[in-house]
């Protein structure tokens, strides 16, 4: 994976995640359910004032901020190509597209739209959330698992 194809992978989460949100907002607000499947999963509507999954609720400013900063980190780290890999790439796209989907929303609504309940995971989340998580997750994997990506790939490919 190129630099261009992982900021266009980032860029299609954005709108996806933007549009489904879109979707909710203007037909599940304020107070709106829609039952998906029977006691297992549901759309609803909900505003978070916190970070991802609902906790620590009312700092949307300080979250602006950290998720800046965050979103900085990644891209340094994909232009001056401190990793490399295709489970490095698919972190940044999944990290990118879903703190800059969710960064947009604090920036311009003041909060984050929720909506994804599942009956055996309490929060309220959405796509942008579990974008961050798995790539969050590959992100630790590609750290504990790959002694040098760059190297590693170098090698490979000679």
């Not at 029977?38 to 950290?66: C, H, K, M, P, W």
């Amino acid at each position: 994976m190129t630099t261009a194809i992982v900021l266009a992978a980032a860029a299609l989460i954005i709108v996806i995640d933007q549009i489904i949100k879109y979707f909710v907002y203007t037909n599940l607000s304020p107070d709106g359910r829609v039952t998906v499947i029977d006691n297992l999963f549901s759309l609803i509507y909900s505003e978070n004032r916190g970070a991802a999954f609902g906790i620590f609720q009312d700092g949307t400013i300080f979250f602006i901020i950290v998720t800046s900063a965050l979103i900085g980190v990644f891209f340094y780290l994909l232009i001056h190509k401190k990793f490399s890999g295709k489970l490095f790439y698919t972190s940044v796209a999944l990290i990118l597209g879903g703190g800059i989907g969710n960064l947009i929303d604090r920036i311009f609504r003041g909060f984050v739209i929720d909506y994804l309940s599942l009956s055996f995971f309490s929060p309220i989340c959405n796509f942008a959330d579990y974008c961050i998580t798995i790539g969050s997750a590959l992100f630790v994997l590609c750290i504990l698992f790959t002694s040098n990506g760059k190297k590693e790939e170098t090698k490979e490919e000679e």
